[in-house]
């Protein structure tokens, strides 16, 4: 399984690009202190230095703080909100989705009209008001960012587990009497867990693109750097200092790329057969 | 000019740099193609042309009488005027008053009216109407209006174009007084027995100035024309005024690049466009007309948090920051770093106080002194500051705070806020630090001594002693300067009131902010006083 599983996934050059452009944005991130030891808010040269001044190689912004320095710690934000928040919304949406697709009936119709409620709201809006509502802050902005992402990831789980409900092994498990729980959790997750995991990667690049535009808007945790914000802080001087923008915005690109790379590339792995048909058209 | 009021005269001599402009105006003929012609040397007022003001964000209403807020001082200062405006020295000139007179005592101030001065509907402005609005609708409405009027023992009207103002003390500062923001005339034969906020002419406002209220298409603009019948004869210039309402900064940078625009003001404009606009041959930045205002920023400080209640504290943030780094990065130049709690361009500033240069290891020693030893990340105190949610430039202001008091081991949380919270947690005294502006309106028994004094110690009350300082010693100096009609005696009791709040640093004073107007170059006369884009535009007009 394993080794068809890597086959399957080398198989796809822009998934392997993908992994390794991800793998050094972890490495960044997790060597953030060793790489720029200061905190990247101070402020170490003169303002409005261009890139490949003496001592900051990507320039320094408005305030004379290393655009570097802040790209290094910055990725450290973007993947831990990236993350837990792709986490926390995966938990809710497939205990939802598992819910409703195993039970269907009434509660199918509860949880899947609650879930149509979040879908009707747009998203980012929807976000913006919570963090607004909580005061930014790390925790609030992976709630909000978490309630708006698990609907789809639901709708998903619904889905597998209303087809596989009725299959052979699962009718199975149900006449030899086993428990409700132990049947979606070791029965039925375990086998519509490969669509499940590629649709979390992508809400991890979406959670990411949430995170940075809400710090954009000035939403973000006002004590954590991050790529969003750098821009939003220096979008305003765009026309002077181009750089102040232009670098987090391709730390930003190429994250969100890496991840979708990567996920294509599972998707290609664990779905053999809807990625053949997927090429052959 | 066919007019002889003494303030058109006056306008004449300031225009004397009227070559500079005619040879901005000629290069401006050439560098664009001789799109204008010739007559962009006259410097000979011409009659017609629409101006195009922005306005943001939109007034809740034109009263100028009952809503003082900037951006309806920008239209209403059009429709209404008061009895005196005032010079770029704040030195009082002839508006709705053509003569004054005060008194040597300083208890009696006697003004005699302008004749001819109608309403915009066509009633005679009298007498009546100064005494109506000094007794009945101001103290009702305005916010300043009960210390401004404090020491007012009677307004009295012996013919239909003479007031007089008894005082029961000598109150210097009461001069500065009638400017039109602060004291703009209401019709009485319009509001006289009403309800004042809930007359039905208060959407359709009624004035002497040199526009009449047009129309108001809510979100988009206002509409004003000019009142044919005004006083001054052969003034206003312009047609018309439209205000644009633009929300967005960039939007707004965008509209007078474009020429859409005419004029910007206060802070229409976000400081770091300001350089970019200024390169343009066809704008030019005006930083005069805001001396009435004199916004004096700082960091406000809540003195019952420890050790936010020591001085030495105190001193040590001020040495602390660099503030002309603050001017230059993050204000952009405009403005001016501040030696203490009264604006230079205020009455009775003086430079005779102690000066604090940018020197952090003079801002350790003091917490050395004060037994606050940096623990093993170097952390001498922790403290919360909560950024003023105004816009960029004041959360940069914020994050610049945090890092240079960062560096001498004061470790800042910062707590961000919308403008409601923001505004509830300063009065409500549920703050550590904060930033804040307030305006100086020309006289520190206007605006200044309100921040510092005891009794304004009023919780809820936003612009009032937030910080809750208090020295009996300051309180006595301020009152007894407000009223000593000496101005040597006066000029004493404000230099020593000065010198003890450098001192002891209340506040700690950032910033003289220079509000920018931005002005194309084919308007003459935008800003021609201390009110500034807030005076009535009936010198201003058009290069066709």
């Not at chain 2, 936010?308 to 001016?336: C, K, S, T, V």
């Not at chain 2, 010198?499 to 640093?505: G, N, S, W, Y």
Request: with cysteine.
């Amino acid at each position: 399984m394993s080794r068809d599983f890597w086959r399957a996934f080398a198989n796809n050059y822009g998934a392997v690009i993908g992994l390794a452009l991800l793998l050094a944005v972890v490495l960044m991130a997790a060597f953030a202190d060793v790489i720029y030891p200061r905190s990247p808010w101070s402020m170490v040269t003169t303002p409005f230095q261009p890139p490949l001044s003496d001592d900051v190689l990507l320039g320094s912004d408005t305030l004379g703080r290393d655009i570097a320095a802040g790209i290094v710690h910055g990725s450290r934000v973007s993947l831990l909100i990236g993350l837990t928040s792709s986490a926390v919304a995966l938990f809710i949406g497939v205990t939802l989705g598992a819910l409703a697709g195993y039970f269907g009936g009434w509660v199918d119709d509860a949880i899947m009209r609650f879930t149509e409620l979040f879908q009707t709201i747009p998203n980012f809006v929807l976000a913006v008001v919570l963090v607004a509502i909580f005061t930014p802050s790390i925790g609030s902005l992976v709630a909000a960012i978490a309630i708006v992402s698990w609907p789809p990831l639901a709708r998903l789980a619904r889905g597998e587990f209303l087809s596989l409900r009725s299959r052979e092994f699962v009718l199975a498990a149900v006449t030899t009497g086993q428990s409700t729980t132990r049947i979606i959790l070791r029965e039925i997750l375990p086998n519509s867990l490969s669509p499940i995991i590629v649709a979390a990667s992508l809400t991890v690049a979406t959670a990411i693109l949430l995170e940075s535009a809400l710090s954009f808007l000035g939403l973000g945790d006002p004590n954590m750097m991050s790529w969003g914000y750098m821009i939003g802080a220096s979008r305003t001087v765009i026309r002077q200092a181009w750089w102040m923008s232009f670098f987090p915005g391709i730390a930003i690109l190429i994250t969100v790329l890496a991840i979708n790379l990567v996920g294509e590339g599972l998707n290609d792995a664990l779905n053999p057969k809807l990625a053949r048909k997927g090429r052959g058209r | 000019m066919k007019t002889v009021s003494v303030d058109s005269v006056s306008y004449q001599l300031k225009g004397s740099n009227w070559w500079a402009r005619a040879t901005a105006a000629c290069l401006l003929a050439l560098g664009s193609g001789a799109l204008f012609s010739t007559s962009a040397v006259a410097d000979e007022p011409q009659h017609g042309g629409t101006l195009n003001v922005i306005l943001d964000p939109e007034p809740p209403m034109l009263i100028l009488g009952i809503n003082q807020q900037a951006p309806t001082q920008l239209v209403a200062g059009k429709m209404y005027e008061s009895l005196l405006r005032y010079d770029f020295e704040l030195e009082p000139m002839p508006s709705l008053a053509s003569e004054w007179e005060i008194s040597d005592d300083g208890l009696t101030y006697t003004f005699h009216l302008q004749e001819g001065v109608t309403w915009h509907d066509g009633e005679p402005f009298t007498s009546h109407d100064v005494v109506f609005t000094a007794t009945e609708f101001l103290p009702e409405t305005h916010p300043r209006a009960s210390s401004n009027f404090r020491r007012l023992e009677s307004v009295t009207a012996p013919d239909d174009h003479t007031v007089v103002f008894q005082l029961d003390e000598a109150y210097p500062a009461f001069i500065l007084a009638f400017e039109v923001a602060s004291f703009p005339i209401m019709p009485a034969h319009i509001y006289e027995g009403t309800d004042f906020t809930d007359n039905e002419m208060n959407d359709h406002p009624i004035g002497t100035g040199p526009f009449k209220f047009e129309r108001w298409s809510r979100g988009d603009y206002v509409q004003l024309t000019a009142y044919e019948d005004y006083w001054q004869d052969g003034k206003p210039y312009l047609d018309q005024i439209y205000f644009r309402l633009i929300p967005d900064a960039a939007s707004r940078a965008l509209a007078l690049e474009t020429q859409q625009v005419d004029i910007s003001s206060f802070n229409n404009i976000e400081p770091f466009d300001v350089p970019r606009l200024e390169q343009l041959p066809h704008l030019e930045v005006i930083t005069e007309g805001y001396e009435i205002a004199a916004p004096l920023s700082w960091i406000e400080i809540n003195h019952r948090v420890e050790p936010l209640d020591d001085p030495r504290f105190r001193q040590a943030m001020m040495y602390a920051l660099d503030r002309e780094f603050i001017r230059d990065n993050i204000f952009m130049g405009l403005g001016r770093v501040p030696t203490g709690p009264i604006n230079t361009v205020t009455i009775e500033y003086t430079d005779e106080v102690h000066i604090y240069e940018h020197d952090p290891d003079r801002a350790m020693e003091l917490m050395d002194e004060m037994g606050l030893e940096p623990d093993g990340n170097g952390v001498r105190a922790e403290v919360e500051l909560l950024p003023l949610p105004y816009g960029e430039t004041f959360i940069r202001l914020a994050e610049y705070t945090r890092e240079a008091l960062g560096q001498v081991g004061i470790r800042v949380r910062m707590r961000s806020t919308d403008s409601a919270g923001w505004a509830q947690r300063v009065a409500d005294w549920e703050y550590e630090l904060t930033n804040n502006f307030v305006y100086q309106y020309g006289h520190p028994a206007l605006g200044v001594s309100r921040t510092y004094i005891c009794d304004n110690i009023r919780q809820g009350v936003l612009f009032s002693n937030t910080m809750g300082y208090c020295n009996e010693e300051v309180d006595d100096l301020f009152a007894r300067a407000a009223v000593e009609n000496d101005p040597d005696e006066r000029a004493a009791l404000y230099a020593k009131v000065q010198q003890i709040l450098v001192e002891e640093l209340p506040v700690i004073w950032l910033l003289e902010m220079e509000f920018p107007t931005i002005v194309n170059t084919r308007v003459r006369n935008a800003t021609t006083t201390a009110i500034g884009v807030a005076d009535t535009f009936a010198d201003t007009w058009i290069e066709q």
